[in-house]
């Protein structure tokens, strides 16, 4: 039946919701004759004009104030106040008519009794289309989940509300930390204290816990996680304040447990003044944008309004995409900044030098590379050939196009590396910082390595030039972001979708983690530091053991893990054993004693570094054995060149 109402048109529903209230209207006028009157009241006389009164006054208020464009099953709180509104106004109407006209037989305080009466009729009738549309009562019998919701406040309670319009949950009841919320009720739901969950979830079947708490610290947020993992149920949450809509929250916003839920931190907040610097009204590139840093260094360079951002990846659906969601960012927050999506690599030297003698930015984040550990050390010429002579080809189109800042996004991976990548990525910061100690750097054809517009592209040649150095070069150097594209994070969400096994590498296995927003906000503020040469090293916190990340996941999932101890569990984690080049533990600094900054969370470390002019000749070394294609010869170099490198393969 509800089916079938639901499918009328809405004409159809608005006419039978007045003729609704035209009845209520009638009804009213003849339980306030006969409350008045004392007795069972036919119409005689002059009271047949307040019974055509009634609706003759009521409907065309109701129509002005808009009560029949509501929609009954989503009314609530201000729906009724709009029909008080509308019904005060009829009841003054109606009084003033009653004084003035003074008919026999009809009592003046019926002008207050009658609306009183006709308030209770419409929003009975209100309540109950509610209920009735909305199916409350059947979603109580079908429901397949039953849900407590941390937090008795304002989004909890507005969540509670929304899934009554839902069938997936019953709500047993709230969860809040204030004493003097305990023990009282919300809408008829009782909040318990948090002591109470564990006996709650066990004698109520609790499957569900929903975080309701958008405004609550990191800190608070991974206690109250804590203190849930051992139970039985599958923990959500809703989205944080800034991710809300100003409307009613409903069940689609429900969402599964970031990892930044599970490891993230209280987020310092940035200093706006070095966010800004270098950037406002400045023409901005950033290499490799399409990717996971590249794309949210992006984001936030935006919201500083550079006067033309430009955008460089050469994967061509990742540039697309970044660009078409900064434009939609433009467009809702009236951000006038001219965005520029460039196609090609860094390892192509003409391109890159052409980009930056049209467009002379101002700055660079060059957050290009191959970051995928055994990707590289399979393909170790391609990493070389990209990681390090792509940042030394971008370095030198900066220098010879005037350009003020380059800053290089780096990785732990670079200290004592075990694998191609980190050894590369190291390699790349010992060219920045040679070439920031150089006052006029002499760059050679060599010394560029190769020159690839695509795989296999021929070598192309290039005459010795003088370059005069204004560039001030920087590197940032942090650990694992969360989410970004081959975290561990994504595949593990992923393997519990498909019901297991969960695979860590080595049991003993660790990682420093942070979160994109965090990371690219430090970027930004660092490279505003730099004075040249520079090797910045973000605060990651604490590291993380990979396989008790995988034990928290499966745990906050609902589930447990199936391991000797618990041969019935619902999830195994298996040990896979090291990919190649993996490393057990990641380190920030190869020297010792960072020095503090203007920042908490950003240090500046003490590396060592190789003069230009000994560097020069070995890159060209290096750039011989990637024209050969002899990742033999580029492993001997980069353990020659790459302090602490010790592959743990040969690479092929």
Known sequence: MQSTVLGWPRWVKRLVVVALDTALALVATWIAFTLRLDTLNWPSGAQWWVYALAPVLAVPIFIRLGLYRAIFRYTGQAALVTTAKAVAIYAGVLLAILLSQKWQGVPRTLGVLQPLVFFLLVGASRAFARFWLAGVGSARKKAGGR?????????????????????????????????????????GVPVVAPASVPELVASREVSDILLALPSVSRSRRNDIIKSLQSLP????????????????????????????DLLGRDPVAPDTELLATHLTGQVVLVTGAGGSIGAELSRQILLQRP????????????????????????????????????????????????????????????????????????????????????????????????????????????????NVMGATKRMAELVLQALAAEGAPRFTDTSLGPHRSGAGAATMPRPTIQASHATCFT???????????????????????????????????????????????????????????????????????????????????????????????????????????????????????PQPTAHPRIMKAREPFVPWAALSPELTLLDSAVQDDDPSAINVLLQCHVQGYQPSVQTA
């Open 307 to 418: 006067r033309q951002l430009l955008l460089l990846d050469h994967n061509e659906f990742g540039l697309y995409s970044i660009h078409q969601e900064l434009q939609a960012i433009c467009l809702a927050q009236h951000l006038q900044v001219e965005l520029v999506p460039l196609l090609g690599s860094v390892a192509n030297y003409p391109r890159m030098h052409a980009v930056c003698r049209a467009y002379r930015p101002a700055t660079i984040y060059h957050a290009a590379a191959y970051k995928h550990v055994p990707l590289v050390e399979d393909n170790a010429c391609e990493g070389v050939a990209n990681n390090v002579f792509g940042t030394l080809k971008m370095a030198r189109a900066a220098i010879e196009n005037s350009v003020g800042r380059f800053v290089l996004v780096s990785t732990d991976k670079a200290v004592r590396p075990t």
């Open 233 to 260: 149920v599958h923990i959500r949450t809703l989205p944080g304040w800034a991710d809300l809509a100003t409307g009613r929250v409903t069940v689609r916003d429900f969402r599964e447990l970031d990892v930044e």
């Open 475 to 593: 590197m940032v150097r942090f650990g694992n972001v969360l989410g970004s594209s081959g975290s561990v994070v994504p595949l593990f969400r992923r393997q519990l979708a498909e019901g297991g096994p969960l695979t860590v590498t080595h049991a003993d296995v660790t990682r420093y983690f942070m979160t994109i927003p965090e990371a690219a906000q430090l970027v930004l503020q660092a490279g505003a530091m730099a004075h040249g040469g520079d090797v910045f090293v973000l605060d990651m916190g604490s590291p993380v053991k990979i396989l008790d990340l995988a034990q928290r996941m499966v745990r906050l999932s609902g589930l447990s893990v199936r391991d000797a101890s618990n041969p019935a569990g619902d999830i195994e984690i298996a040990i896979t054993g090291l990919r190649p080049g993996e490393k057990l533990y990641e380190e920030l600094l190869i020297g010792d004693n």
């Open 147 to 187: 849900m407590l919701i941390y937090g008795a406040g304002t989004a909890g309670v507005q969540t509670a509300s929304a899934m009554g319009f839902a069938d997936q949950f019953v709500l047993l009841g709230f969860i809040d930390d204030d004493p003097g919320k305990v023990g009282r009720s919300v809408n």
